[in-house]
């Protein structure tokens, strides 16, 4: 479990993160929100990457503040993250990519070739090992770029709308890959696009001007209407859209 407390942090002088507090179990949590919400500054902030200005991340019953280094670099080993933008190796084999985040987050050199194997196993590129990450389709892309936040199999998996530019079926697989993972794992998963999050999000989380406007199990969201459309017009409703 990790947990949120009371975490803001500030950007350019402004409040961009509002007194944030989060409970996010193993399952899958969508993070929604308007543009400019918050929501990539929240998850840089939950993988450890950003220091708040106030309020603490608890993992485990562990507070990272509480560590005398700030408890970070242990935390990495636990976190894993994709942001919206990522960078590949593109000149680099599916292997290499996987291997270096690997061993950046911390798998010993005995295990790297093994985890590396069984990673791109798990996201279907078994057969692509020796390709370049450049030649790689756009899903694709998106799965070695998971592969590569999954190498050191952390137990907190965050994802910044890792379905932009896919086409509808590389969607539906990337959504089915992320109902495996978070069936052992916290994931928490950014998105705009509704229908990425009704058939497999337990929880959702919505953030608007950098506050949480909701947190708790998808249905009650929308009580009263299913689907797509029920969760679409109850979140419009929650952020004045
Ligand atoms: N480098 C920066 N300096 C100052 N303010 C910033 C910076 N980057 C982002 N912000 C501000 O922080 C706030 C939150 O931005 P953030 O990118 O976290 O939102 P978001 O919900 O992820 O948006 P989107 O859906 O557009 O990706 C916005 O008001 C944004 O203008």
Same mark, same amino acid.
């Given at each position: 479990?990790?947990?949120?407390?009371?975490?803001? *942090?500030?950007?350019?002088?402004?409040?961009?993160?509002?007194?944030?507090?989060?409970?996010?179990?193993?399952?899958? #949590?969508?993070?929604?929100?308007?543009?400019? =919400?918050?929501?990539?500054?929240?998850?840089?902030?939950?993988?450890?990457?950003?220091?708040?200005?106030? @309020?603490?991340?608890?993992?485990?019953?562990?507070?990272?503040?509480?560590?005398?280094?700030?408890?970070?670099?242990?935390?990495?080993?636990?976190?894993?993250?994709?942001?919206?933008?990522?960078?590949?190796?593109?000149?680099?084999?599916?292997?290499?990519?996987?291997?270096?985040?690997?061993?950046?987050?911390?798998?010993?050199?005995?295990?790297?070739?093994?985890?590396?194997?069984?990673?791109?196993?798990?996201?279907?590129?078994?057969?692509?090992?020796?390709?370049?990450?450049?030649?790689?389709?756009?899903?694709?892309?998106?799965?070695?770029?998971?592969?590569?936040?999954?190498?050191?199999?952390?137990?907190?998996?965050?994802?910044?709308?890792? #379905?932009?530019?896919?086409?509808?079926?590389?969607?539906?697989?990337?959504?089915?890959?992320?109902?495996?993972? =978070?069936? #052992?794992?916290?994931?928490?998963?950014?998105?705009?696009?509704?229908?990425?999050?009704?058939?497999?999000?337990?929880?959702?989380? *919505?953030?608007?001007?950098?506050?949480?406007?909701?947190?708790?199990? #998808? @249905?009650?969201?929308?009580?009263?209407?299913?689907?797509?459309?029920?969760?679409?017009?109850?979140?419009?409703?929650?952020?004045?859209?």
């Amino acid at each position: 479990m990790l947990q949120a407390d009371g975490v803001t *942090v500030r950007r350019g002088g402004k409040v961009v993160i509002d007194d944030v507090s989060l409970q996010l179990p193993v399952g899958l #949590t969508g993070l929604l929100g308007p543009n400019g =919400a918050g929501k990539t500054t929240l998850m840089t902030v939950l993988a450890g990457m950003r220091r708040p200005a106030r @309020g603490s991340l608890t993992f485990d019953g562990e507070r990272l503040s509480d560590q005398p280094d700030g408890g970070e670099l242990a935390y990495f080993s636990k976190v894993g993250y994709l942001p919206q933008r990522f960078r590949l190796m593109g000149l680099k084999s599916c292997d290499d990519n996987v291997m270096y985040a690997a061993w950046a987050r911390g798998v010993p050199k005995n295990m790297l070739a093994e985890r590396t194997a069984s990673v791109l196993a798990i996201v279907d590129l078994a057969d692509r090992t020796d390709v370049r990450a450049r030649a790689l389709s756009g899903g694709m892309r998106q799965r070695l770029g998971i592969a590569c936040a999954l190498a050191h199999d952390p137990s907190v998996l965050l994802l910044d709308e890792p #379905t932009v530019g896919l086409d509808p079926a590389q969607r539906a697989s990337l959504r089915a890959l992320l109902g495996e993972l =978070a069936e #052992t794992r916290t994931v928490l998963l950014s998105t705009h696009i509704l229908e990425d999050l009704t058939p497999i999000a337990q929880r959702l989380v *919505v953030l608007d001007h950098g506050k949480v406007r909701f947190a708790g199990q #998808t @249905g009650e969201l929308s009580p009263h209407e299913e689907g797509t459309q029920g969760l679409e017009s109850a979140y419009l409703r929650l952020v004045g859209g």
